[in-house]
T-cell receptor
């Protein structure tokens, strides 16, 4: 079983739609979680951290469910520029980051 | 300020040859990471440096792969006797805090 699992998609949604991505992780002792974004043929960039109480950054909301070992990212009012691959990331025991395979989002006009 | 830089940006090599990939992290970043990303795949962790030491090299796929870091700055990833399955984009990242990694543009390696 992979340490971090995501549905690769692609998710094809119209502009203005709300879309949610999920991610599960295998190590129940994991403490820190993040979402990164990777545009096509570009390097990944930190999108946001995920806090236990849930957190919002503009149109983006991240949530953590420790009991189910599940992380989610919700994007409201999708823009064309949101088209990218979203990487779920868990911090491992040695401090390294463990990246999921990514979920691809295509926002259509 | 300057971001993470990597060189070369593209490298085509023949099977069996050795290659050396370079990463220049953001100045002052103590941690440096190497990842591999095959086409259409996720990031595969290779090795992590804290200063010049490598506390975690568990991701290096075989003894053909090695990496070093000097002066708490530049790092080189060396692949000996390259194989076709080594073809991928090799990404370097640096950070001050572990979760906020800044990635370089990557080196696209093609082994023919």
């Amino acid at each position: 079983r992979k340490e971090v699992e995501q549905d690769p998609g692609p998710f094809n949604v119209p502009e203005g739609a709300t879309v949610a991505f999920n991610c599960t992780y295998s190590n129940s002792a994991s403490q820190s979680f993040f979402w990164y974004r990777q545009d096509c043929r570009k390097e990944p960039k930190l999108l946001m951290s995920v806090y236990s109480s849930g957190n919002e950054d503009g149109r983006f909301t991240a949530q953590l469910n420790r009991a189910s070992q599940y992380i989610s990212l919700l994007i409201r009012d999708s823009k064309l520029s949101d088209s990218a691959t979203y990487l779920c990331v868990v911090k491992g025991n040695t401090g390294k980051l463990i990246f999921g395979q990514g979920t691809t989002l295509q926002v259509k006009p | 300020g300057a971001g993470v830089s990597q060189s070369p940006s593209n490298k085509v090599t023949e099977k069996g040859k050795d290659v050396e990939l370079r990463c220049d992290p953001i100045s002052g970043h103590t941690a440096l990471y190497w990842y591999r990303q095959r086409l259409g795949q996720g990031l595969e962790f290779l090795i992590y440096f804290q200063g010049n030491s490598a506390p975690d090299k568990s991701g290096l796929p075989s003894d053909r792969f090695s990496a070093e870091r000097t002066g708490e700055s530049v790092s080189t990833l060396t692949i000996q006797r390259t194989q076709q399955e080594d073809s991928a984009v090799y990404l370097c990242a640096s950070s001050l805090v572990p979760h906020e990694q800044y990635f370089g543009p990557g080196t696209r390696l093609t082994v023919t």
